[in-house]
Every structure is written in C-alpha cells, then in structure tokens.
RNA sequence: GUCCCCGUGGCUCAAUUGGAUAGAGCGUCGGCCUCCGGAGCCGAAGGUUACAGGUUCGAAUCCUGUCGGGGAUACCA
C-alpha cells in the first residue's frame, strides 16, 4: 500500500466539505521531515486559513475533526500555526507489512492506468569505442525502463545508435587506405578503432593548420584589447570604475583563454610532426577531410562498395557494444539506428515545406521557432541531412509504430537546446498529445572539474573502467573474507563473482545516486571505497539479512506463510517497518521528474535503518519466540525490498561477501 | 553579445518542488566486537544555503540585481 496516497484520499475526503478543489492541499500532506512531528504531515491549514479569513488552528480543528483517521493514526496533533502531525498506529503498521510480506510485489501496487514510455538511451556511436561518457546515459536510462515496468507502465526502449554518421566516412577512407588485413582478420573492431583515430588525428591536423591564423589573429586582437582597456585611465566613480576592472578581467581571461587555445592547436601540430609516419601520411593526404565527407556521401547515396563496407563492418562493431550491454545487464528492446530512418529524410524536410512551416534561408532548410535566435536545420545547403531531422522522422515513427504517451531521451544536458528546438518542431508538426521529455544529464569530470579524459587527452574507455572497479572490488572482497573470524569461506570463483557484482555496482550507483542534472565527479576511490552512500553498503545489508536466514537455518517459505504476528514494540522496529511501508512512495516520488537519485536515497535509508536494527535487536537470539519469528520477517522483507529496489536500478546481490 | 544550468560545513552531495531547529557520506575527534557479518553502530566538532534587496504566516527553494563557475549559440552528433 502507498501509505501517503491513502492518506491523501482521507484527506480528500475530509476537505471535500470546506473547499471545491483539495487538490492543490493535498500536496502538502506529506511525509514528516523530523520525527518529532510524526510520520506525516499536513500543512494545508495555514493557507487555508488565510483563504477563509480564520486562524489556521481553527481550520487545522476542523479538518481534523472530519479526517477519518481512527484505526489508522494515532489522534493527530495541531502543532505550531497550525501543524497538522500524524502518527501512524503501530498495530495498522504491522497489519500492512504482513501483507507486504505475502505479496510478492512487496507491497507496491501497479499504477492505475498504465501509461506507454518509449525510452531512447544509451546511442553510442558505433566505430567508436564507448567511453565514460556513455555510461551515464546508458545506467540512467536503463534504470527508468526498470522502475516504470515495476510501476507497471508499458515501456520500449530503443538504443538509437549513431550508425550512418561521418565516423562511417572515416572508417571506409581508413580502410580503403591505411588498412591492416591480418588486424583486421584478427580483431575487426580495434583495427576499425585504430582507423577511425588514425583518420580523424590526419583530418584534425589539416583542420588545425588551416585555423590556425585564425587563432593567431584572435589571441592578437584579445591582447590588444585587453592592453588597450588597461591603458585607459579607469573612472572615478565607484560604480563606473568596478565595471570597467571587471571589463578588464574579462577581457584579460579571453585573452588567456585564446593563448591557451593556441598553445594546445600547436602542440596538436607538433605530436603529429615529431612523429615521422604520421607526418609523411600528412603530407600524402592533404585532402582528406573533403574526401572523407565524400566518403560519407557516397553511403548516403547507396554507393554499392561504401554500402557493402558498411554492412561489412556494422556487424562487427554492434556485437562489440553487446558485449558491454551482457556485462551491464542491459538490454533493448529495439536498437533502430540512424540508418533505420533514412528512407524517411527526404518526406520529413518535404512535408516541412509543404506545409510552410520550414523555409530555405542560404540554402539550407530551416524550421523558425519561436523564442529561438537561430533555427532548427533539417536540410544543408549542400542536400545533407541532419540529425534534427533524423530525430524528426524517428519521432514520426514512434507516434505511428508505438502509439506512445511520452517519449524520454537520456541524453547529456549540453543538448538541450536541440531538444527544446526539436519539441517545438514536433508541436508544430501536430503532435500535440505526447508528452517529450529530455532527461538531462550532467557532464562526467575527473577530480579537477575538467570532463574526464584520459593523460593523453583521450576519452576514457567504458570497458576499462569496469575492469579497474571490478579489482578494485576483488581486493576488498579477498580482504574482507580472509579476515573473516571463522577463516576465508569463498573460493577463488565465488570472489570473482562477487567482485564482478559489487565493481560493477560501484559504477552504477556512484551515477545513480547522484542528482542527475548536476555534473559528477569520477572518483575511483571513493565509488569502490565500500562505505557510506554506495551500492556495497546496500549489497552489504542484504547479504546480512540472508545471513541470518543461513545461520538459523530459517526456512523462509514457512516462515512467511505461517500466521505469526508482528511486533514493532522496539523503536528501531518501528523506524524499521515505516521504512519498508515507504517503498511504493520512493518509487512514486521516483517517477515524477525521472529521478534515480530518489529510489537510491530511499533505500541508503532503509539500509541504514536496518542496520541500526540489526545493532539494537537480536533476532535469532530473541527473548520470545514470537519476537523472533517478528524480528526474522522484518529481514526477510528488508531483504527483499533492498533487492528488489536494486534490481530496479540494475544491480544484483550476493547472499555473501 | 544572447539564451540555459549551477553556487549549500574542509571535500562530494541531499533536502519529497514554499514548511517547523537545512540533512547524509567522506575526512577529523571520542566511544562500541567473550554478543546473529565492525564493509557496521553511537556521539562530537563543523552552516548568515555566494552576496544584496524583495514577495508572505513561513524562502536553500519564487522575483530583481550583483559576483563567481559551467554549457549552448544555423548547415557535427
């Protein structure tokens, strides 16, 4: 049961008599922050009260006196202005978890009406490795598709991955130039891997030289004006004169800034001119970001070689990602990429035009948007399309095959603007009943706040950094049970499945416990660090509760099914058994603005919970058996909730540690 | 220049969207294993929620301004 909605319904009941429309009021029951206050709370007394012109305590009296409240909560408390505190009757608590404890949903109804989620996550490029950049998107979106299935929604996930791109172009020029037969037999994708690097470093170092005056030019012009705002004798006046020293300062970090750029454009030169290979195979291609593109078009356009190159390699670079997908446990439904929609470019742009919402402005197809300074392109001046319109004709798709409600994409926060842009469009193109959500997220940054590269300025790979966390978790595994007091009880396979669940944990809660819209530091350390706020803590606790199970040799079917009372008469019973009540609420509450954060929040607490519990309240040395058959379904339904709710986000457990 | 996001103890983050005395973790200091797993528990120190105004019964949250950080800015994705 989802104890707050039940409480809002009294409520509605009970408001229903002194107002038209509670709903609003409602919101405000909610749970107690402080348990001085009770469990829940009501705080619409006080604008109420100012709505009718009484004193809020009055109003409070009154709403209390038509709450239906009696077997449920103890007499409510009018507290403060008017305060209305709510504590739960210990004996209702007790009747609800027993049927939490016969339900094998533990406790949490499905939704009344099932809404349909297409969920489009993950997207990696393919050709290109994945790196830590797509991890957040990947376990971010991932997680949801879990809890709005558990919630009971209909949910499709889609992986549209960017197949059809100019990394393709880099590819098929790399192979048809640079390739290495025998790599390519041996490993396709890290020969297509080294191709793609090779091209595009040849193709930025073209880039590079040809902007470089640019940069020059710029870094001189940022100079001068800096030195020429110094000059200038600064004003008197207090105002005047600090606008014109942060005038200064600005101009005096623009100009750094341009150096900085400068020096990197230059050391990009030289890594590539102090190496003798790569600076002949300069010199031997100098046009190659035009035939790459090229390269690109030819695809587009059906050429027969680029197209058999393409299915040639696709293959191979999607088992690649797979294989990450298996170690993550994650999976699509549907993985239609950028290709699956280019049939549809051409009758997207022209329906856009037919129907005057686009135009052409120097050649290029252009939807203007309201409140934008620069519109959406869904056709360059030179015929190519773009991803807005890929992202057009993916959504036209979607509202034909699947019939959606809403349509989430877990996609980096730096693309906001396209969304924005690109739901406009989509209002403007007549789907109006949908609701389109870009679930945002922030950047990954290493310890000095810079995004997370590698020394050499590439981006980290996914796949190593899963080994890193997966030993790291081995070392404490090997750690913790040899220092068991009866002796190390795992062996070598036990610890090395154990350290694949507890590492691959450790990645995926440090992301998902934190608020997705804010960027997040990768911290080693501190995600496999085992204590505090992680997966581990969690894992911990479960493995704790089977334990007990295993150590009082507790046969748990019996146990759940035989008719035993539950007694909360212990504080940390109670605090408890509350806890476990408040799952269906975490989940709720979860869903609303699609925050993972929330449901790791939730069960860091229930953990904690249970552990004070644990430290508190012996259970298979109880003093009444009826206590302890009590105390055993508390861990039994702890247990199953913590797993329950970790599987939510993606992350199993172990019996043990 | 314009637009968007952000600023919370030494560090990393919460705060149920306007509720009561702003909570955790890490780190620091002090307790707790002859006792079901100490990866734990209990306690202490540490805050003018960047700053200044405003809105109201009530503000970290909403509005205005200032300072600081990040991002986006027509033919990449």
Redesign the pocket.
Known sequence: MNLLKELRERFRSALGTLVDNPEELL??V?????P???DY?A?CA??LG?RLGKPPREIAAQIVARLEWDEMCEPPEI???G?I?LRLRTDWMATRLRESIQDSRVGVEPVETARTYVVDYSSP?VAKPMHVGHIRSTVIGDALCRILRFAGHRVISDNHL?DW??QFGMIIYGYKHFRDEAAFAAAPVGELCRLYQLVSQLVDYHETRRRLPDWERRVAEREEAAAYQEAEALPAGGAER??AA?RL??LQ?QAAEARAELAQAQEKLAAVERSPRLKSLVAEHPDIAQNVLQETARLHADDPENLALWHKFLPKCCEDIQRLYDRLHVAFDYTHG?SFYQKHLSSVVRDFLDRGLACI????V?VFLDGF???M?IR???G?????T?DLATIAYRMRAFQPDAILYVVD??????FEKLFAAVRMWGYTDVELQHIRFG?VLDAK?K?FKTRAGDTVGLEGLLDEAVRK?HD??RA??D??PGGAELDGTQRRH?AEV?GHAAIKYADL???R?????FNFD?MV?????TA??MQ?SY??T???FA??NIDVCRLRAADAALRLEHPAERALGLELLQFA?AIE?TL??Y?P??LT?YL?ELA?RF??F????????AETESVRTSRLLLCDLTGRVIRCGLDLLGIQVV???
């Open positions: 919101e405000m909610r749970p107690s922050q402080d001085r206050f009770g709370q705080n006080m604008p100012k507290a403060g202005p305060f505190n490029n960017g791109g100019t600090k606008r942060k300062r600005g970090a950028e402005s120097d050649g290029a252009c300074d620069t519109p392109i360059k001046s030179d190519a399309y773009l991803y807005a890929t926060h730096r693309q906001s603007e396209h950047t706040g995004p978790a404490v595994v913790n049970d220092a068991k154990i507890v416990s934190q608020n819209t804010s960027d997040y530091i501190k660090a085992l204590e505090g706020n581990t803590y911990y493995a704790r089977q334990s007990i150590k009082g609420e509450e609303v603005d925050r954060n929330l929040g860091f904690r552990s004070e644990y430290q508190q309240c012996k259970v298979l040395q019996d043990k540690m």
